[in-house]
């Protein structure tokens, strides 16, 4: 660890420390939440409604109109109160998730970001040079595909719902779970056909 | 405020820097912090990202993103009257010296417990309420110029631009920290707009692309 490392753990130390004395949180709740965010909050949750999007299409006509009820239908809640926008990609439309001004994230689905979201490279160039990032994370697309950027400036949060990809028509819906990543929510990439 | 976070569309960062097999968090405390900021039943005065966005620029720029997050909460916790810069210090001498002291105990967790069980959670856009939104989609719209030095979520690249409003949300409580000129509601209707490109970055502009905005109405001009 460097200093700042070793300052901010002192730091965080005394402030829990002082917290727990005035009586404004406990150490068990402290655990608790962050049990919650190592073991039930994560890209998992945002798979399935992903898998579940893909195999029942009632589901995913609601899951685009009103997200955050939808996601609720597989019985994890949207943390956070946020209404969850889901934003469909196909094969002419790609859509990319960015936070310009801070690094706000759909928690409820996707769990806790990545530090490269966070980062100010991609803070900053996911806005102007959409493509260019994309190579950077190896995803090429033709200039005949269009690309959205959005930027999470206000509440509301934001998940791709990437394209099913070929070759998986008689999978399971927990085999399809299993396929989808986290980047692909993000939309910073597609799914690989599984027979590749 | 045109602060350093505001950092949509800089030059300067450099490539994207991704880890490998990342764990959820990188040290120990990091986790508490989350924990911490979420779970403390304790209303930051002004927000914990005016906090963040009043940083110094280099202090900001060097700080990690829970390194942030632990600024803010301390600030914040201090502001509201909870702490003292004093009782932080002794406390930090105190840990310093004795690695392995005691947390102190509390005094009634299940007091605790409940009031930590009140303090949830925020509501997302209400449909209801008695606001007629100005735009329907398809409207051309211009962002104002506008210069707060508070908290806002109008991102500088966007300002003065022109764009088309692409969906209708509802009515959605405005972030910022003033109101703008002429406005006297929170409670606004909020639009996604979408701006093209070309509109944001000229002939830098990458073929084929546009970015989407949340925008409040006080944000938004009729063209």
Request: glycine residues 6%.
């Amino acid at each position: 660890m460097n200093t700042a490392e070793t300052d901010a753990a002192l730091r965080t130390r005394a402030l829990e420390s002082l917290l727990i004395e005035k009586g404004l949180i406990t150490e068990d709740i402290i655990d608790e939440v962050v049990e919650k965010y190592e073991k039930d909050v994560g890209p998992l949750n945002g798979a399935r409604v992903v898998a579940r999007a893909w195999t029942d299409p009632d589901y995913k006509q609601r899951l685009l109109e009103d997200g955050r009820a939808t996601i609720a239908e597989l019985g994890f809640d949207s943390a956070q109160g946020a209404k969850i926008v889901v934003l469909e990609n196909t094969p002419d439309v790609h859509h990319l998730v960015v936070c310009t001004l801070c690094s706000c994230y759909p928690w409820s689905v996707l769990g806790l970001p990545p530090n490269w979201y966070k980062s100010y490279a991609y803070r900053s160039r996911a806005v102007r040079e959409p493509r260019a990032v994309l190579l950077e994370f190896d995803l090429d697309l033709p200039d005949a595909v269009e690309i959205r950027v959005w930027d999470s400036n206000s509440d509301l949060r934001y998940m791709v719902l990437p394209e099913r990809p070929a070759g998986t028509e008689d999978y399971t819906e927990e085999q399809l779970i299993s396929l989808v990543t986290r980047d692909s929510m993000i939309g910073v990439a597609k799914i690989e056909s599984p027979s590749k | 405020m045109d602060g350093i976070h505001d950092m949509g569309g800089m030059h300067g960062f450099g490539p994207i820097e991704r880890e490998e097999n990342e764990p959820l968090f990188h040290h120990p405390w990091e986790s508490r912090v989350l924990a911490i900021s979420v779970a403390t039943p304790v209303p930051i005065p002004g927000g914990s990202r005016n906090n963040i966005e009043n940083m110094d620029p280099a202090h900001y720029l060097s700080s990690s993103y829970y390194e942030k997050w632990l600024y803010s909460r301390i600030k914040g916790l201090i502001d509201a009257g909870v702490l003292t810069p004093e009782e932080m210090k002794t406390r930090m001498a105190l840990l310093r010296n004795n690695p392995n002291a005691e947390t102190p105990a509390h005094p009634d967790p299940d007091a605790v417990r409940s009031e930590f069980k009140r303090s949830r959670p925020a509501t997302p856009p209400q449909q209801k309420m008695d606001i007629q939104p100005q735009f329907s989609n398809g409207d051309r719209v211009k962002a104002r110029n506008i210069h707060p030095e508070g908290h806002t979520r109008l991102p500088r690249y966007v300002r003065g631009k022109y764009g088309t409003v692409t969906n209708y949300y509802g009515i959605d409580n405005l972030q910022d920290a003033e109101l703008p000129t002429g406005c006297t509601n929170r409670q606004q209707p909020l639009y996604a707009v979408r701006f093209e490109a070309s509109e944001l970055w000229g002939s830098a502009a990458e073929t084929k692309s546009a970015v989407y905005l949340d925008m409040w109405e006080s944000y938004l001009e009729p063209v």
